[in-house]
């Protein structure tokens, strides 16, 4: 079993945080995303989509999507700690919030970063407009999550999840491409020196 990543990833940064909560150890294979690797057939034919993270599983099939392989890993290579939740509910709250991080925050700030920076010039449509509204967007969500998280401690409630892993590696993203967090968001800001302060946020 390899993983095929992307340092700098929000995506990919989910899934080295996931296996690190787990104490999970699996080789890592970092692609060249400055040389092109990930557009190469090689790299196409393990994911279509030429993105990271893409696990490769012992039999040589491949899985992509870091939701996919967090999902695979609890279920079927290391349930405990367990970061999706246990009964019902909690397991639907737990996806509500999830899903919440990654469309109200995670695809806000990637779309200001992918339209706004001169890192994807040439490599990816750029309107600078688009880029601008979604860091706005991105903005109005921290509001918005700051005033949620006066009443708990983690994004779903009393406890780390995967919740938090993507809001905390959206917001990672945030911080290094110009939508920090604003001081002013007192309990968000509480919450991510909480998260970054785990020893497995530099993973
Ligand atoms: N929805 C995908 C997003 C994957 C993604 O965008 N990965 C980034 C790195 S974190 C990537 O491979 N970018 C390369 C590119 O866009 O060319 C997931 O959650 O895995």
């Known amino acids: ?75 079927e290579l290391q349930p405990e700690p367990n970061l999706f939740g246990s009964a ?3 397991r639907a709250e737990i996806e509500m919030w999830n899903r919440r991080m990654e469309f109200g925050l995670m695809i806000p700030i990637m779309t200001g970063f992918e339209h706004l920076s001169p890192f994807w010039k040439g490599k990816r ?5 688009v880029g601008e509204q979604a860091r706005q967007v991105a903005l109005e969500r921290m509001a918005w999550l700051d005033d949620e998280l006066s009443g708990r401690e983690f994004i779903a409630g009393s ?12 917001l990672v993203l945030g911080k290094n491409t110009g ?17 970054s302060s785990r020893p497995t946020a530099r993973a």
């Open 179 to 195: 939508v920090p967090i604003d001081a002013k968001f007192s309990n968000l800001t509480r919450w991510f020196k909480e998260v």
């Open 125 to 129: 449509i750029q309107h600078g407009p």
């Open 88 to 90: 019902p509910r909690e």
């Open 1 to 75: 079993m390899r993983i095929f990543d992307l340092k700098a990833g929000a995506s990919t940064r989910r899934v080295r945080i996931f296996l690190a909560e787990k104490l999970l150890q699996i080789p890592i294979v970092e692609v060249d995303l400055a040389a092109g690797e990930n557009l190469r057939p090689e790299f196409l034919s393990k994911n279509p989509m030429g993105r990271m993270p893409v696990l490769e599983l012992d039999d040589g099939t491949f899985l992509s999507e870091s939701v996919a392989i967090c999902r695979y890993v609890e279920e």
């Open 159 to 170: 406890r780390y999840t995967v919740a938090d892993i993507t809001a905390q590696c959206a």
